[in-house]
């Protein structure tokens, strides 16, 4: 199943990383907004590579995403973004012949190892997708707690439901008629209920791949809005092609060209005072 | 403008042509069921679906047990099939990607050429020859192997249509992926699959050559798998071949019983298939 496990070699200095960074990350016991926010690191990302087949798609990315932040993912069509993102959750690995190697610790433990099965690092790294996806066969409600029903957790899953389409901001629209098809609502709708659905398995990490790309500018405006409520809670990793929503939406912001992480910074400073002349280029419209 | 006169005379021309080969093929398909129908309906009675059949030159009677015999082999059939079938080709759509899911998918498409009567043979060799005596249960194997191969394969074609997307929107809220598989990607192939089934139940349903020497045919009332049973198709055979004139006119009637039956299935098949497509996504 997971290529990487298989050839990267147990004893490598990869593995060894898991053992260096044991301490669990400080976390503020009452679970409230840090008062420095990017100082408490929730993923860890060290010389992360990835390859689809031969193709070397990500070269040694190391970053660190700060617990209850929004870090966006910026660059050319390409650039290995998207990669990087589904590295975090171990999705790039389904695509036959891919494959990623390096460290991704999460509260200090690394979730790429060998003995680290990918659907533990799912149930707490979520991912909202390009296109909405909600499952056409279930219902509103269903696709709310497919997440809570696939894997028997047992609870009160209309709570839940109800919760999390309010954390989506979709309750007002849909509480009349849970039982409706997903498949009734609008593309902005879905793509809000695919983020009620991955909020309602509780993860600690929201990743969005381009989550607002398929819909029109108020179906946007509402997904950003969103954005910034989420990062109360949850901390948010973003890939968008849309730089302005970049800086709308994002505290840091990590620029990829070629497969290269080319700078990552705050993201005023990368779009007023990049350090690297190429993140200039870019953000300024030379090139993309 | 005699540019514009020239192309209006060669659409004219070819939507003729098209239109002519359209009627063509419609034809002998209307022929067929008026046919059927006009020869078949004047015997259709309730009695013809309820009674046995009467030996020649006495009137009444009917092809009840041979319907319910059809039924019951096809029946027995979907026992076997179903689950080797759609098993198949969901370990197609799953894992078929490698040389053994080539292989497999190879060995289907043959199989599904072979002639309906060496399946019948096959089946003779194997079951009838065995137990030394015809029965239901080897016309059931007879008709599961026929069955099979189509069931794979469009099993298959159903599951690589459910969109990647679902199958990631799964696995990204922490499913296993044979729980992925099972609940989320087979549950939305689902409408796709039973239409698959419906279609392969009723071709199973018309066929006469692998029942011949597998079930052979019987002229009563037959629930037990290991007797020799009666079919619509074979019983249609057995009267149409008959020197007899009445019988003549039951097998008119009793194709009809069948065309109404496969029919049927079509339809129902093809209700379905509608309304799923109708609540597919994008």
Redesign the interface.
């Known amino acids: 199943m997971n290529a990487a496990q298989e050839i990267a070699p147990v004893n490598s200095p990869l593995r060894r990383s898991v053992h260096v960074a044991e301490t669990p990350a400080p976390r503020s016991p009452d679970g409230s907004l840090p008062a420095a926010p990017l100082e408490l690191p929730k993923l860890k990302v060290e010389k992360l590579n990835a390859w689809y087949g031969s193709n070397h798609a990500l070269h040694d990315v190391s970053l660190t995403v700060p617990a209850r932040s929004v870090t966006a993912a910026i660059g050319p069509s390409g650039c290995g973004k998207s990669t990087f993102l589904r590295c975090l959750n171990r999705m790039h690995e389904l695509i036959p012949g891919a494959r990623a190697e390096g460290t991704l610790l999460i509260d200090g433990k690394n979730l790429l190892g060998r003995d680290v099965d990918p659907v533990e690092l799912r149930r707490r790294v979520g991912m909202v997708f390009q296109r909405p996806n909600p499952f056409p066969t279930m219902s509103i409600r269903d696709n709310v707690a497919a997440g809570l029903k696939l894997n028997g957790i047992p609870g009160n899953h209309a709570e839940v439901v109800e919760r999390t389409l309010r954390q989506a901001a979709l309750w007002d629209e849909v509480k009349d008629r849970l039982d409706a098809s997903a498949l009734s609502l609008s593309g902005g709708q879905q793509q809000r209920l695919c983020i009620a659905r991955a909020l309602a398995v509780q993860p600690e990490v929201l990743l969005m791949d381009e989550p607002a790309s398929a819909l029109d500018p108020i179906a946007t405006a509402k997904i950003e809005d969103l954005i910034h409520e989420l990062k109360e809670r949850y901390t948010i990793v973003i890939v968008t092609h849309n730089m302005q929503q970049a800086g709308r939406v994002s505290d840091q912001t990590a620029f990829f060209y070629m497969g290269d992480l080319v700078e990552v910074g705050p993201t005023e400073k990368i779009f007023t005072n990049p350090s690297e002349k190429r993140t200039e280029d870019y953000v300024t419209g030379k090139f993309g | 403008m005699s540019r514009l006169r020239w192309r209006k005379a060669v659409d004219l021309f070819w939507t003729v042509v098209s239109g002519a080969a359209v009627l063509a093929a419609v034809i002998p398909l209307a022929s067929l069921l008026w046919l059927v129908i006009s020869h078949g309906a004047p015997g259709l009675d309730l009695g013809f679906f309820t009674s046995l059949p009467t030996p020649v030159g006495e009137p009444g009677g009917g092809v009840g047990n041979a319907i319910v015999g059809t039924l019951f082999m096809v029946g027995l059939a979907s026992l076997f099939a179903l689950p080797v079938g759609i098993g198949a080709g969901i370990f197609l759509a799953e894992k078929g990607?490698g040389k053994l899911g080539g292989f497999v998918r190879f060995t289907a498409e043959v199989l599904s050429g072979v002639p309906s009567i060496v399946v019948g043979i096959v089946a003779y060799g194997l079951v009838v020859a065995h137990m030394k005596r015809f029965s239901a249960l080897a016309g059931g194997v007879a008709l599961a192997l026929l069955m099979i191969p189509s069931l794979a394969r469009s099993t298959e074609e159903f599951i690589r249509l459910v969109?990647q997307?679902?199958r990631?929107?799964?696995?990204?809220?922490?499913?296993?992926?044979w729980?992925?598989s099972l609940?989320?990607v087979l549950?939305?192939a689902?409408g796709g699959i039973v239409t698959a089934v419906l279609l392969a139940v009723a071709r199973a349903a018309g066929e006469t050559a692998p029942l011949l020497f597998t079930a052979l045919n019987n002229q009563y009332w037959n629930s037990d798998p290991f007797q020799p049973t009666a079919s619509l198709t074979v019983q249609i055979f057995n009267y149409a071949i008959s020197p007899y004139e009445d019988w003549h006119q039951k097998a008119w009637t009793a194709a009809l019983v069948l065309l109404l039956l496969v029919g049927l299935l079509n339809l129902f098949a093809r209700f379905l298939s509608r309304n799923r497509l109708q609540?597919?996504?994008r």
């Open positions: 990607d969109p997307a679902l990631e929107a799964s696995l990204a809220l922490g499913v296993p992926a729980k992925t609940r989320v549950r939305t689902l609540g597919a996504p």
